[in-house]
Each structure stands twice: as C-alpha cells, then as structure tokens.
C-alpha cells in the first residue's frame, strides 16, 4: 500500500499569525491531529500538531497570546504519494513523529499519520467475507 491510499487530502492550512487557541480550535473542530503552517517569511510549509499546543500550555503560556510561528516546526521531514506505507511508518520511527506532510510536485497534497497508516493495514488484514 501506498501513502495515496492512507492520507487526508483535506488538509486544515493556518497561517503563522493566528493564536495557538485559534489553532486547538480548528483542528479540534476538523477532528485532525495536525495542521500545515503556511509561513513564506519561515521558509514555507511547517507543521503544528497537538504535541505542540499540549507542550506550551503544559509550560503555563497562554495559548490567547502564543502565535503559531513560535511553536510550528520549520524543519519538516515530507513524503510523496508514491512512498509505501513501510517507509511512512519508518520516517515517523525515525523521526519520533506521528505526521508527515504529502508533498507532490512540491506543493502540499496531504497530510498522513500514524492512524491513517494503521487503519490502512487493519483493514487490509480483515479477513473477506464470504
């Protein structure tokens, strides 16, 4: 299988202005662990999951005042559509992470995660019906 077969194509995009609680809010809402971080004056695409928000509010900071930029990873680890999901799950064992960022032809297409790629080989494994 494939990283085309397990990733979100509906991706949550936010800018690097917005507040971490603007942020907890809309992936809360879109029920998404992560979100692309659009920032050209950063270098581009980054990320901010929920390991992000979860580690400035455990440091006390206030998530009405913290901007994203503070807190999105910049040096972002990215896979393509055509990568198995082996590779996926070893990048993300790799990195210690549970997202990567689906880039094809340079631009986000995509975001997958631990669960996609799991809820992929589950499924892929129940036995057929007769």
Known sequence: MLVRDAMSTVVLTVGPAHTLRQAAALM???RVGAA???DPDAGGIGILTER???DSVGLG???DAERIHAHTTNDVVFCTPTWTLEEA???MAQGGFRH???LDGGEPAGIVSVRD???CWVGARQPVSA
């Open 100 to 102: 990567l960022i689906v």
């Open 89 to 91: 799950a070893r990048a």
């Open 36 to 38: 692309i971080v659009h």
């Open 52 to 54: 992000d928000i979860l």
């Open 117 to 119: 790629i799991i809820r």
């Open 61 to 63: 900071q206030n998530p």
């Open 28 to 30: 809360s809402a879109r």
